[in-house]
């Protein structure tokens, strides 16, 4: 029961993604199927034991790092309910985290994947559009394939996302990624046949694109820029971070942005434009060449 009502709240209170609800949802239940308990043994030292315990196991710290963040959501939702009058995960600390920095591309690197698709048709077209809202905006894959037609501003040049959470955000659109989305939404009818979905996106057959097809699309423009290669659509949202705080954007404007519910995510993109500005010390400054 405890479970059950765990996975309401952040079904249906929360609002969170069926994806994110199935993986808490999952975590909690190991950690009752290795001993846990949520009734007079759910402590600190439990939770400690447990994460000790997996992290025995090999696996990587940044999977710890997201038990640690299931723990405190689960554990604040005890206090919260009732069910304690202590919080012990809060005193759970995330693993330090390896120094790898999320994946982005150059802007020539972005350009080729652009330039890689065939404008000659329409599905080209609309590929072309959905790589450069990913890359323009820095939408998610899942974000992109949930934009509304009607959520499309072509001529104020903005778009309204609804982002994890379910919370909503507007988004500014760069005039060539307006360009593009103006050149599929004119063609867009060629693949509705009678029932419209109402999404942006939409598949040659009319349904509304999910996001293994926004994978999909991505992977196909990718494989035709061997410089791109490995690229995901997270990396285009990488770069599209990067890239504005690589150029002096402030971090609270890309934070909004982006979507982030705390300022500390962001921040990792701080990071990356450190290491830039490192790099071209270590190149440039007579005290920095070997």
């Not at 190991?30 to 009734?39: E, K, L, Q």
């Not at 315990?53 to 790092?65: G, L």
């Not at 809202?133 to 309204?160: P, Q």
Request: charged share 20%; glycine share 10%.
């Amino acid at each position: 029961m405890t479970l059950d009502s765990f996975r309401d709240e952040l079904m249906h209170g929360r609002g969170l993604s069926p994806h994110t609800v199935k993986a808490y949802t999952a975590q909690m239940e190991d950690y009752v199927a290795r001993g846990g308990s949520f009734h007079g043994g759910f402590t600190t030292e439990s939770i400690r034991e447990y994460l000790m315990e997996r992290a025995s196991e090999n696996i990587a710290p940044r999977t710890v790092a997201r038990m640690v963040s299931c723990f405190r959501t689960f554990s604040r939702w005890f206090v919260e309910t009732g069910h304690s009058s202590t919080d012990p995960a809060s005193l759970i600390k995330p693993p330090g985290m390896p120094g790898n920095l999320p994946g982005f591309l150059g802007v020539n690197e972005v350009r080729s994947v652009l330039n890689s698709y065939d404008l000659s048709n329409t599905k080209g077209i609309r590929n072309r559009a959905v790589v450069e809202l990913l890359y323009g905006a820095g939408v998610r894959a899942s974000e992109a394939s949930s934009v509304l037609l009607r959520d499309t501003n072509i001529h104020s040049g903005i778009i309204k996302v609804m982002g994890k959470g379910r919370r909503e955000r507007i988004i500014p659109l760069p005039a060539g990624t307006s360009s593009f989305l103006d050149k599929w939404i004119t063609c867009r009818h060629e693949f509705i046949s009678d029932n419209d979905p109402g999404s942006l996106f939409v598949s040659v057959r009319g349904r509304k694109l999910d996001p293994r097809d926004i994978r999909r699309i991505v992977s196909s423009g990718v494989s035709m820029a061997a410089r791109a290669a490995g690229a995901t659509p997270h990396t285009f949202r990488h770069s599209f971070a990067t890239h504005l705080m690589n150029a002096g954007a402030d971090i609270r404007t890309v934070q909004e942005l982006l979507g982030h519910a705390g300022i500390g995510t962001t921040q990792i993109y701080t990071h990356l434009t450190t290491e830039k500005l490192k790099g071209v010390y270590m190149k440039t400054h007579p005290r920095g060449k070997k």
